[in-house]
């Protein structure tokens, strides 16, 4: 039987915001994918952003750990992220195998001796389009059952802009040179993607109307208007996906659709440790 630990990214304040539109925070979520795709898995849950964190079990209790996104900008180094970075290279220490997402991405690269910075061509919202595997990538195990070409759910502003030595692209889009990457660092072994294959479209839905007047803003939406009627028309089709009508106007095929298409990281990632 697997034991996971899945690492919250967020403040307690950020996890409340949003759990107020998605109901539930990340790492609860994610910890219910997992879940899913194990159910014999036993997941605990952390929180190193809070000044009282404490791990559940001692690192190498665990087969494996999984890092959610976050709010948080890692080249702010707010002490919130500071101790994260510090426990993600003491799991490198440790040898015990990571995967994370958007954040989980960003905080293995600084924790390995990378950089991230604000994206130049801007946020990513919704859906990552035409990500594409790389020669490493479609020989990587990660990616194992992935089209060359695929969609995934994303929202964020921040990418990886320098790589650590140690590490692989294994995807890349035209917004975003590092979709995916392993890295190998100490005795350590990290997966990680800048989309979010653990989000139902539900979560993209709570997103899109956490952020609400700043996509106006930036340009995704005419108005809130339009905001709101696109948010609707994911919720129509989370909760129905037979309306093809819905899939063709959001332009959403099967690697959205299909729960296994979408979560095929995460699924590659447990196999992986349930051979080790």
Known sequence: MLRLLVLEGNTLAGRRRIAETAGAMPAES????????????????????????ALPQP???????????????IYQREVEALRQIDLVREIFVRGVPMF????????????????????????EVGFARRIMLTAEGRAHPMHAGR??????PAIHSDMVTRLPQSATVTAWNTMCEVQAAEIRFGRGL???????????LHDVV??????????????????????ARYAADLSALDADERRGDLAWK???????????????????????LEQT
């Open 59 to 73: 690192l190498e209790a665990y087969h494996g750990i999984a890092i959610t996104g976050s709010a948080l900008n």
């Open 147 to 152: 089209a060359a070409v695929f969609d995934a």
């Open 30 to 53: 994610y910890a219910a994918v997992l879940r899913s795709l194990a159910p014999r898995v036993v997941v605990d849950i952390a929180t190193p952003a809070d000044a009282s964190f």
């Open 100 to 123: 994370g997402s958007c954040w989980g991405l960003q905080l293995a690269t600084v924790a390995a001796g990378g950089e991230v910075g604000l994206n130049p061509a801007g946020r």
């Open 206 to 227: 709570a997103v899109i109307r956490r952020y609400g007047q700043l996509l106006v803003d930036e340009g995704f939406f005419a108005d809130l208007d339009a905001l």
């Open 250 to 272: 959001l332009a959403l095929h099967r690697d959205i659709l299909s729960h296994d298409c979408r979560q095929t990281e995460l699924r590659n990632w447990i196999a992986s």
């Open 190 to 200: 990290f997966w990680g993607v800048q989309y979010h294959p653990e989000y139902r």
